[in-house]
């Protein structure tokens, strides 16, 4: 199967912090809990682009996503940021 990125050049530049994120993080297995205002504020653009970037690479191949869920203040199960793994 075949998945051209919208915008190649930005979602890579997404890739290779993912990547190089999660090689300095865990070596060995390549995974990485990486929150999307991380990603945010590690690229200079907004939530929204960074959404749509992480969706193009998972559609890709290249990733795999996990959403995680966190509690809240009044114990609450909310989704938060995806988690996953640089292929």
Request: charged share 30%.
């Given at each position: ?20 994120y ?21 690229l ?33 199960t ?10």
């Amino acid at each position: 199967m075949t998945c051209r990125l919208a915008r190649p050049e930005r979602a890579r530049r997404c890739a290779r912090k993912l990547a190089e994120y999660g090689y300095r993080k865990n070596r060995e297995s390549r995974t990485a809990d990486i929150t999307v205002t991380w990603l945010m504020r590690a690229l200079g653009k907004s939530r929204r682009t960074v959404q749509r970037y992480l969706r193009q690479l998972e559609r890709a191949g290249y990733i795999a996503v996990e959403v995680i869920h966190a509690r809240t203040r009044d114990n609450q199960t909310t989704p938060t940021s995806p988690r996953g793994t640089v292929a």
